[in-house]
């Protein structure tokens, strides 16, 4: 997938093909005033107010306590890219919009919508990164309780996305019992593997700060004591020793040098049992751009830019794996989000 400019008659397409189409104008400017007004249209409750009937501007201003020019002019602005549909001065949800935005659906992103107003001004340091080097510590960047929320239900709303492939794919070893979920807050990828699995539990360890934050997100999927939080740094941690039957470190090691994971490799390592998995869920370095395609290029910036050490390629994760004296397996490169997957490793029985 890849944003750009899309021709909408042949006249444009032909305009395009010839170059004469200000590209970076229309992918920065329009780029960047879309974004900025489906996370305000989410954060004024547009979305979720048109769920289930179609309204006027008039009416959505009401309902939203806002200014009607300014609404207007926002729905006016939604509607022309798609995320409402206009007709005798009311307005209606789109598909794109009823499937992904409103707060009831079960592919909801709103969360994530809000959580960006923290994102935009992260990615206000880029220029500062790639002058000097230094990337942002965004944990210590999260001051305030909400900042937190907002990270924990931002992240739970993105969670489905590869959840799906994460269960359907990943091989746990026969009869597993207990699992170690490492840095996964928001606890769903455990809900999700512990439903498939009936005789399996999770143990959560992530932040503190996360946990205070991400527990009412996980008691509302009603799992009891299957899946549970502890509260400590993944850094230091006290892992056991023949414990687990699966470690799953889902989105973390982009925060860690390479040092500090191959580290934590050998302490999981120590922390499974014979046969069990250490399962590693992330984005995997590519080796050149067109590998790496737009998305898998700018995620790369992204997390270098918001993480201590950036993307890590899946040789790097062999190696960690390897050191720790484990088995890798072949890696899973998920289908419905390319450059995301699972490098996964066993330790011999």
Request: hydrophobic share 45%; glycine share 8%; proline share 5%.
């Amino acid at each position: 997938m890849k944003l750009g400019l899309v021709a909408q008659n042949p006249i444009e397409a032909v305009i395009r093909r010839l170059n004469v189409v200000p590209a970076p104008l229309l992918e920065t400017q329009m780029a960047f005033t879309l974004a900025r007004l489906v996370m305000v249209a989410t954060k004024l409750g547009v979305f979720d107010l048109l769920a289930t009937r179609p309204l006027s501007g008039a009416q959505i201003a009401e309902e939203c306590d806002t200014n009607r020019i300014g609404t207007e002019k926002l729905l006016f602005a939604l509607a022309g890219a798609g995320y409402l549909n206009a007709s005798d001065g009311g307005y209606a949800l789109t598909p794109v919009s009823r499937k992904w935005l409103v707060t009831a659906s079960s592919h909801s992103l709103a969360d994530k919508m809000l959580f960006q107003f923290l994102e935009w001004d992260w990615m206000v340091r880029a220029e500062d990164y790639v002058r000097t080097g230094d990337p942002l510590d965004v944990h210590a960047s999260l001051t305030a309780d909400a900042d937190w929320k907002l990270y924990q239900r931002g992240m739970r709303a993105m969670a489905p996305a590869a959840a799906g492939e994460l269960v359907r794919r990943l091989k746990l070893p026969r009869g597993a019992r207990a699992m170690l979920d490492i840095g996964g807050s928001h606890g769903y990828y455990s809900v999700v593997l512990c439903r498939k699995h009936k005789g399996l539990r999770s143990v959560i360890l992530d932040l503190p700060e996360a946990v205070a934050q991400a527990a009412p997100i996980l008691a509302a999927e009603r799992m009891g004591d299957r899946v549970v939080h502890r509260a400590g740094d993944a850094r230091t941690a006290d892992l056991s020793e023949n414990v687990y039957d699966l470690v799953l470190v889902s989105g973390l090691v982009h925060h860690f040098s390479d040092e500090q994971n191959s580290e934590l490799a050998g302490r999981v390592s120590r922390a499974l049992r014979p046969g069990g998995v250490l399962a590693v869920q992330d984005i995997f370095r590519p080796h050149t751009p067109k590998q790496a395609g737009q998305s898998g290029a700018l995620l790369e910036f992204y997390f270098a830019l918001t993480s201590q050490s950036g993307t890590w390629s899946i040789e790097d994760m062999t190696r960690w794996q390897r050191q720790a004296n484990l088995q890798p397996r072949k890696p899973i490169r998920y289908r419905t989000l390319p450059g995301f997957g699972i490098q996964a490793a066993v330790k011999p029985r």
